[in-house]
């Protein structure tokens, strides 16, 4: 067995981006020469999500206005009684989860047509991580 | 270490449907050999989903009538412009996920009494598949 | 390769419970001896969920709000024909999703600094399990 690491790190310049990161998990992939496996790709935040959708500028607005829909940033939250203003990041990061697992087939990033990676960032403008963990054979 | 992959292919009649997927993803484990692993379930498409939850119809309803509060059916997306009128089924993948990590001991899916996994589809009435694939020994 | 299999059992005393489950978690991480791989933590049951967020009591309070907002308890689900009255705790394990995989790097967790993993039970007052699946070298 085989296993691979990498963190990739993020300074987003708006509090909320979506960054598309299918080359530089595939980058990783390939580096590690694992040919039957799979990798993980994590958040490591609580305000930030990875997810796998379409590479389309019109659904990405669509999925802001989605996600403000079922998740509005509000003055409202508990968590707010921290001192944190960011109570909705945390549950957008819920909705689209933190994490996806990308099989490995012949040493690449076995994904459909459409299928691309992306980075969430739900409260952005400091430097934050994901986790690419890569196994297999 | 072992690795089986496995495409499962799909052409649903409606549009949207749910197909219960255990016994296909059941073979695959079967057939690998594996005996301590685990087998990812996901989707190849941007507007289907993976899910395990129960074998109950009326269920079932209840939750294409949630899907279709939360992330309802409409003229109104941005991904819209494209030409494509599907922008709701790409909501409703993000909302289920579109995958699934079941994990494979003595040989078999190590799930729940009531657990059973589902093909969801968004936006069928053609081919679509899914990937399955066993990592274990 | 190495794997580890562990089943956390759980009875929560209320309906609705969030359980921090890290240090079990990790617990069977560093009885398994694996240094580098992936942990699974799964619900076994299809009316409970486990998610990675902050350990922060004011954000509970707004979890909880937030998924009676998205999926209300209540008498009206095509699931309560069948004598069951838990429908709210099937869309809610769905919404939150039912498991995550941990990384593990250097024999431990490979978490974020405000990352901790919860069991989330929805209908609970029975006992339930998660399976924690070890994997890696």
Redesign the interface.
Same mark, same amino acid.
């Given at each position: 067995?085989r296993?691979a690491?990498e963190y990739l790190w993020f300074e987003t310049k708006k509090a909320r981006e979506l960054v598309r990161i299918t080359d530089q998990v595939g980058a990783v992939v390939e580096q590690s020469g694992i040919q039957? =496996?799979?990798v993980?790709v994590?958040?490591?935040?609580?305000t930030a999500g990875v997810?796998?959708? +379409?590479n389309?500028? =019109?659904?990405f607005? +669509?999925?802001w206005t989605?996600l403000e829909q079922?998740?509005p940033k509000g003055p409202d939250?508990?968590?707010? @009684?921290?001192g944190e203003d960011n =109570?909705d990041a945390?549950?957008k990061?819920?909705?689209?989860?933190?994490?996806?697992?990308?099989?490995i087939?012949k040493g690449e990033l +076995?994904? =459909?047509p459409?299928?691309q990676i992306f980075y969430a960032e739900f409260d952005g403008r400091r430097r934050k @991580?994901v986790?690419v963990?890569a196994?297999?054979?």
């Open positions: 067995m296993a690491t039957e =496996g799979m993980l994590s958040a490591m935040h609580i997810f796998v959708n +379409d389309e500028p =019109g659904l607005e +669509d999925i989605w079922l998740a939250y508990h968590h707010h @009684r921290t =109570g945390h549950l990061s819920m909705l689209v989860h933190h994490q996806v697992v990308v099989p087939t +076995d994904l =459909g459409w299928q @991580r986790i963990k196994m297999g054979e």
